[in-house]
């Protein structure tokens, strides 16, 4: 998959910007877009799964555990069917920012920074390129391990399920963390009928009490 270039405006909210960046800040945003453009060849990996909603959580045909807490159960209520997405920048992200930390550290963050855009770019390119060959009427939004009250613990299953590690290089560390670190792994229902939509805001995120965003009445949508 190939980058676009990311919105700088995105990026400096990452970098904890308020107001519109100055042109220092813009000049090294530019310069960290080109240069991970250039760089990385992101990756992702997904799998189609049917949905049970049961009483001891969420059971996804893929999965030996269920997806537990109630934000997911009523995020996929009404669906028959999910996909487990994993994407990632791949290591060369994590080597690029390693490697400015030593000697640049203002270069380092705005690299940090794109990276955290760019993977949602990458999110977003595989819904684009995944939903244009399955048929899906209607679908719901990415809903990702440690969100809500689903536990960050299923980071690893979720990987599991899709062998992510081989296709991907994508793995969880014992915190369940992801690596490469610029990654993301998510759940997104398909339904028949219109799906509920609300919930993706700060009121759902278990990081809305210490969110840098948030402290800066800002949210890390916009």
Request: charged share 25%.
């Amino acid at each position: 998959m190939k980058l676009d270039p990311v919105s700088l405006e995105e990026a400096a909210r990452y970098m904890g910007v308020r107001g519109e960046p100055d042109e220092a800040v813009y000049g090294l945003l530019s310069r960290a877009d080109e240069m991970v453009r250039t760089s990385l060849r992101p990756k992702y990996v997904y799998r189609e799964t049917s949905v049970d909603l049961t009483e001891n959580g969420v059971k996804l045909g893929c999965m030996d555990v269920p997806l537990t807490g109630k934000d997911i159960s009523a995020h996929l209520s009404g669906c028959t069917h999910a996909v487990l997405l994993a994407a990632t920048l791949s290591s060369e992200a994590d080597k690029l920012i390693r490697q400015y930390s030593i000697r640049d550290m203002a270069f380092s963050l705005a690299l940090d920074c794109v990276c955290s855009a760019a993977v949602e770019q990458v999110c977003e390119k595989a819904e684009e390129e995944i939903f244009a060959s399955i048929d899906a009427p209607y679908r719901t939004w990415r809903f990702s391990p440690g969100y809500g009250d689903l536990p960050l613990e299923l980071q690893s299953d979720v990987l599991a399920a899709l062998n992510a590690q081989r296709r991907i290089g994508l793995t969880a560390t014992a915190n369940s963390l992801l690596i490469p670190s610029k990654s993301v792994t998510a759940i997104i229902g398909i339904s028949d009928r219109p799906v509920r939509q609300g919930g993706s805001g700060c009121g759902s995120c278990n990081m809305r009490e210490r969110c840098a965003f948030r402290k800066g009445g800002k949210s890390c949508k916009g």
